[in-house]
């Protein structure tokens, strides 16, 4: 199992690298501090697991799209507090496992390989919080948040604006005429009360929940 640690703790990444390194079957190919890199090694590297310390605060939005990019690929966040939101917030921007602060070494191993064999153990109370977040589609937004009166296009038009993709990209993406597309952006615009583009990344950034990821990959 190939392991890239994101953390801008260093030390630490450091320290679990060579934890990592000393254990079969485990293998931490780099410690980094920012997406960007973690894209580039995306590229040149075999990557199953992508560790994330989300104890020293991280965009949901921007794990977001690599989520959306790399479906197969395991991105765990490391440090959650087990919160029932939080793990909703960490499962809707693409985390398919955490691991709590007070994990030790041993623990963490093991819950890695679990959630890379498809298997993540919870707390009672979360799993309970996540049963009902799914029947419910409960998230963490008010009643009268104007991200509710999208229509299902519309969301997935707000979720292709966020990856800041232009109206000629999503037109493609989506296979419809540009003029709709654009069409599309003026009502977004107008139900989120906002006057651009970066105002609808921003709100994406917030929301990871607003947009509507589409069933087919990205090409």
């Not at 989120?192 to 069933?215: C, D, I, Y």
Request: charged residues 25%; neutral net charge.
């Amino acid at each position: 199992m190939n392991v890239l640690i994101l953390t801008a703790v260093h030390v630490f990444g450091d320290g679990l690298a060579a934890c990592f390194n000393a254990r079969p079957g485990i293998r931490a190919l780099a410690v980094v501090d920012d997406l960007a890199t973690v894209r580039e090694l995306m590229e040149q590297v075999e990557v199953d697991v992508i560790l994330i310390d989300v104890s020293q605060g991280i965009e949901l939005f921007d794990v977001r799209s690599i989520a959306a990019g790399s479906p197969d690929l395991a991105l765990v966040a490391l440090g959650l507090i087990e919160r029932r939101q939080d793990v909703i917030d960490c499962g809707r921007a693409g985390f398919c496992g955490y691991v709590g602060r007070n994990a030790s070494i041993d623990s963490l191993c093991a819950s890695l390989f679990e959630i890379v064999a498809g298997r993540q153990a919870c707390p009672p109370e979360i799993t309970g919080a996540l049963l009902r977040a799914l029947h419910s589609r409960e998230v963490r937004v008010d009643k009268a948040d104007p991200a509710l009166t999208l229509t299902r296009r519309e969301s997935e038009v707000v979720t292709l604006v966020g990856d800041g993709l232009s109206n000629k990209e999503i037109s493609a993406e989506l296979c419809l005429s540009v003029a709709t597309v654009k069409h599309h952006v003026h009502n977004v615009l107008e139900k989120l009360g906002v006057s651009g583009r970066s105002q609808v990344m921003q709100q994406v950034r917030s929301k990871p929940w607003m947009g509507r990821r589409l069933a087919v990959g990205r090409k």
